[in-house]
């Protein structure tokens, strides 16, 4: 079935350092991906979303990468703070409507 | 920077009785959602609503579970009949509708039933 997923549920990395924290989807017609992140007790947040006809996009600090061949999404964050540390969720609109469909997240912590 | 509300940020309820979770939209969003998250697991879809009716709904989303806008600000889920398994965070989210943009998160409302 369609399913987004994430490869690795933790990741640890050093202050400073770059972060790459990847995500596998199945649906070769995905159009539109979004990551997220979500710190404890909190909502998700918006980070940056992808669109198919692009394979890279950039904001602050962070890039996310779309191979479509491999159906592969990554997301980079540069310069990794402690304030990085959350839990990031790939996301992609299925089922015809609206709804978001959640990979399972990756937790990244950030060690000083 | 406008954005989702959500309240209360914690409830206790007993099981069997009804609770209404509130969410504030951002202002200008036009489609509406009801996630949850049970602690330790993925974030869940549970109903979409746009113009003023359900658009999609989960299996998650039984006949214990409604939602209403009351008014042109407020967004509402309501759970009939609670069961110890309702409990979990609950995220409303929205979105403005156009085809750049993304669904924003309110902070959540814990939910715990006993």
């Known amino acids: 079935g369609e399913s987004v997923g994430l490869h690795l549920p933790t990741l640890s990395v050093q202050e400073g350092d770059n972060s790459i924290i990847n995500c596998a989807y199945s649906n070769s017609a995905s159009d539109y991906f979004i990551w997220y992140k979500q710190e404890s007790g909190k909502g998700p947040q918006f980070i940056i979303d992808i669109r198919s006809n692009m394979d890279k996009r950039q904001g602050q600090r962070v890039t996310v990468l779309l191979n479509k061949t491999v159906k592969h999404l990554s997301l980079q964050i540069a310069a990794t703070q402690p304030g990085d540390s959350a839990v990031y969720f790939c996301a992609e609109p299925s089922g015809g409507g609206n709804k978001l469909t959640f990979g399972t997240g990756t937790q990244l912590k950030v060690e000083l | 920077e406008p954005e989702v509300t959500q309240t209360p940020s914690h409830q206790v309820t007993q099981m069997g009785q009804e609770v209404i979770l509130r969410c504030v939209p951002i202002s200008n969003h036009l489609y509406f959602y009801w996630y949850r998250q049970i602690l330790g697991q993925k974030v869940e879809f549970l109903v979409s609503f746009y113009n003023n009716e359900i658009s999609e709904k989960s299996e998650i989303f039984d006949d214990q579970f409604s939602v209403e806008r009351p008014d042109g600000s407020n967004f509402t889920l309501k759970i009939r009949s609670t069961k110890l398994e309702d409990s979990a965070m609950y995220f409303c989210?929205?979105?403005?509708?156009?085809?750049?943009?993304?669904?924003?998160f309110g902070p959540g409302t814990r939910l715990l039933v006993l």
């Open positions: 989210a929205s979105e403005r509708g156009t085809s750049s943009d993304s669904q924003y």
